[in-house]
Nanobody, 115 residues
Framework: VQLVESGGGVVQPGESLRLSCAAS????????MTWFRQAPGKERELVAV????????NYADSVKGRFTISRDNTKNTVYLQMNSLKPEDTAVYYC?????????WGQGTQVTVSS
């Protein structure tokens, strides 16, 4: 199982970014996928979850209405569209899943929101 995040960067408040998580080594379409984030000095926080089919999603209250999780199972890729970014969204963003009761994490991608 391999998860590779990309799309992070430095943006100003109010701008947007789209993160991608490319999955390989397992049947991605069979598993729910989750985005977490971790800011410096803070605990890792669940951001958004999407069901295996993409038909169900859930979000942290802090990102509802601004972030959208989606997936393209034909490309084995999960996305996180982040709009109206705030400085408090600054963190390393991780893609994760659980396969055969074992958790797998990507290496993370840094998102910095600063004026």
């Amino acid at each position: 199982v391999q998860l590779v995040e990309s799309g992070g960067g430095v943006v100003q408040p109010g701008e947007s970014l789209r993160l991608s998580c490319a999955a390989s080594g397992f049947t991605c379409s069979s598993y729910a996928m989750t985005w977490f984030r971790q800011a410096p000095g803070k605990e890792r926080e669940l951001v958004a979850v999407i069901s295996n089919s993409g038909g169900a999603t859930n979000y942290a209250d802090s990102v509802k209405g601004r972030f959208t999780i989606s997936r393209d199972n034909t490309k084995n890729t999960v996305y996180l569209q982040m709009n109206s970014l705030k400085p408090e969204d600054t963190a390393v963003y991780y893609c994760t899943t659980v396969v055969s009761r074992s958790p797998y994490w990507g290496q993370g991608t840094q998102v910095t929101v600063s004026s």
